[in-house]
């Protein structure tokens, strides 16, 4: 098999290279339609195994491949390593917030800012204005 001799930190390198390759080239791959499908594409230079290996670096303990602009494609410059609660709130349904050339999604600012969970999620439900419920936090805390 392909992947026998290989250190197990490569197999699982290839494991995720591969199911990238397939969610965006494999029309009958199920996940297609959420990417492919939408147009995302993987760059040139990541067509080959060794360049996805050397400009990703081992994978750390418990993340997968993570594209930071949810709608760009597969390339050094929009890829990172992130957990299962970072990937979960860079979604394509995640409702960002920029404050200060700041992106970051509802739950991620308020991890930021440390403040109950949910509590960015009713300001917005209910039409309130959450960017200056960020920036008042920011202030209050010394962060801006």
């Not at 490569?10 to 494999?26: I, S």
């Not at 957990?83 to 709130?89: F, P």
Request: proline share 3%; hydrophobic share 30%; with cysteine.
């Amino acid at each position: 098999m392909l992947l026998d001799g290989l250190p197990t930190y490569a197999k699982h390198l290839y494991k995720t290279w591969y199911g990238m390759r397939q969610r965006c080239c494999n029309q009958r791959n199920p996940n297609y339609k959420n990417y492919g499908g939408r147009g995302i594409t993987i760059c040139k230079r990541w067509q080959k195994f060794e360049n996805f290996v050397f400009d990703m670096g081992e994978r750390p303990l418990n993340t997968t491949l993570d594209r930071k602009n949810n709608n760009g494609d597969y390339s050094p410059k929009n890829c990172q390593w992130a957990t299962q609660m970072e990937q979960a709130c860079n979604k394509q349904n995640s409702v960002l917030y920029t404050i200060n050339n700041v992106t970051k999604s509802m739950r991620n600012w308020e991890r930021f800012l440390n403040l109950t969970p949910y509590r960015l999620h009713m300001r917005h439900y209910r039409k309130q204005n959450v960017e200056a419920f960020i920036l008042h936090h920011l202030k209050q805390q010394g962060k801006l």
